[in-house]
């Protein structure tokens, strides 16, 4: 049975980082590709970022990039979030998302398992 738990949300300042965790189990790492979404009050959930399932290659939505890094650790079946000089309208629900296949695609539909999801909520 795939299970996903994230963990490492919280209510921060504006310009503040945060390292948010997804640890898995129910399946091989290697085979997985992964992926973190989020969902804003009245949105539609958003790609944020994902990882090839060797952890090689990684993908970014335009909003966040070069302000958060997602990595893989296979040997714990885990994948992190570092999320860096956070604004207010990164609040959002944030998910992890795993699928069988190598590339991550961008569209919520391809991904099949997803965990509960971690607040975070950043002030001005």
């Known amino acids: 049975q795939v299970q996903l738990v994230e963990s490492g949300g919280g209510l921060v300042q504006a310009g503040d980082s945060l390292r948010l965790s997804c640890a898995a189990s129910?399946?091989?790492?290697?085979?997985?590709?992964r992926a973190w979404f989020r969902q804003a009050p009245g949105k539609e959930r958003e790609f944020v970022a994902g990882?090839?399932?060797?952890?090689?290659?990684?993908y970014y939505a335009d909003s966040v990039k070069g302000r958060f890094t997602i990595s893989k650790d296979n040997r714990k079946n885990t994948v992190y979030l570092q999320v860096s000089s956070l604004k207010p309208e990164d609040t959002a629900i944030y998910y992890c998302?795993?699928?069988?296949?190598?590339?991550?695609?961008?569209?919520?539909?391809?991904?099949?398992?997803w965990g509960q999801g971690t607040q975070v909520t950043v002030s001005s």
């Open positions: 998302a795993a699928a069988p296949t190598d590339i991550p695609q961008n569209m919520a539909g391809h991904w099949p398992y």
């Open positions: 129910g399946f091989r790492a290697n085979y997985y590709a």
């Open positions: 990882i090839t399932w060797t952890g090689s290659v990684t």
